[in-house]
């Protein structure tokens, strides 16, 4: 285990309000009980992330937390194999509805200086908070 940032995306950009309801729906419970949370919707601004997935326009679920969910994508979708509580065959039925239409991206392989306008660059990036929807 170790801690990590990623950006979840999705492979489509007509996908991506669907993802934030689906990631709503896993709930704010699993996703505290694993150490990793969506923190914000960020949409990029500019191409200035140095990664191909992150290009204006895009948008992605900023992630932080454990590395040992966001690692895997049945994970980050809500699904613990090895979890009783989140692995009914309604959760695993539902988060294979998603798993190939998402990218997971990890912090270090974008540039993140412009995301966070850090080190004095020009920030490329809007970011909304991240909400669950409360039952």
């Given at each position: 285990?170790?801690?990590?940032?990623?950006?979840?995306?999705?492979?489509?950009?007509?996908?991506?309000?669907?993802?934030?309801?689906?990631?709503?729906?896993?709930?704010?419970?699993?996703?505290?009980?694993?150490?990793?949370?969506?923190?914000?919707?960020?949409?990029?601004?500019?191409?200035?992330?140095?990664?191909?997935?992150?290009?204006?326009?895009?948008?992605?679920?900023?992630?932080?937390?454990?590395?040992?969910?966001?690692?895997?994508?049945?994970?980050?979708?809500?699904y613990m194999s090895d979890d009783e509580n989140y692995n009914s065959?309604?959760?695993?039925?539902?988060?294979?509805?998603?798993?190939?239409?998402?990218?997971?991206?990890?912090?270090?392989?974008?540039?993140?200086?412009?995301?966070?306008?850090?080190?004095?660059?020009?920030?490329?990036?809007?970011?909304?908070?991240?909400?669950?929807?409360?039952?």
């Amino acid at each position: 285990m170790g801690y990590q940032e990623s950006y979840i995306t999705t492979k489509k950009k007509k996908d991506f309000d669907g993802l934030v309801k689906y990631i709503q729906s896993v709930g704010e419970t699993y996703y505290s009980d694993y150490w990793c949370n969506p923190v914000e919707i960020i949409t990029f601004t500019d191409n200035n992330s140095c990664h191909p997935q992150l290009k204006k326009e895009c948008k992605a679920i900023y992630f932080t937390g454990e590395r040992f969910t966001q690692s895997n994508k049945a994970r980050i979708l809500g699904y613990m194999s090895d979890d009783e509580n989140y692995n009914s065959e309604q959760q695993k039925s539902a988060m294979l509805e998603w798993l190939d239409k998402i990218n997971v991206i990890f912090t270090e392989d974008v540039e993140p200086d412009y995301i966070w306008g850090e080190n004095g660059m020009t920030k490329t990036a809007i970011h909304e908070k991240f909400e669950f929807i409360v039952k």
